[in-house]
């Protein structure tokens, strides 16, 4: 059974760290891109950071760049993102994904999980 299950989202004041994790299940981990995105109340859902298979390349929004860090544990099928500095304006659900990376047009999202949410707010 194919399964996407995030964690970790919450309440935070501007200014503080979450970490997120998303457990996999299915035959959609190994071998394959992964990556989180975030969908704001009226707002489209966008990728915020991408991650290929073996881990060694990465890729962020320039909204996040520098404060959000995307991490994979190939032995525990899961996927991480390190929210450090969070801003009032990264509130939104965070959704993870599994995917693959195009040459031309980066990540791209086959399955998805149900999200996560983070609200950032004193």
């Known amino acids: 059974q194919v399964q996407l299950v995030e964690s970790g989202g919450g309440l935070v004041q501007p200014g503080g760290s979450l970490r997120l994790s998303c457990a996999v299940s299915g035959n959609i981990f190994s071998g394959r891109a992964m990556g989180w995105y975030r969908q704001a109340p009226g707002k489209q859902r966008k990728l915020v950071a991408s991650?290929?298979?073996?881990?060694?390349?990465?890729a962020y929004a320039d909204s996040v760049k520098g404060r959000f860090i995307i991490s994979r544990d190939n032995a525990k099928n899961t996927v991480y993102l390190q929210m450090n500095s969070l801003k009032v304006e990264d509130t939104a659900v965070y959704y993870c994904?599994?995917?693959?990376?195009?040459?031309?047009?980066?990540?791209?999202?086959?399955?998805w999980g149900q999200g996560t949410q983070v609200t950032v707010s004193s």
């Open positions: 994904s599994s995917g693959s990376l195009y040459f031309e047009t980066g990540y791209e999202a086959d399955y």
């Open positions: 991650i290929s298979s073996g881990g060694e390349i990465t």
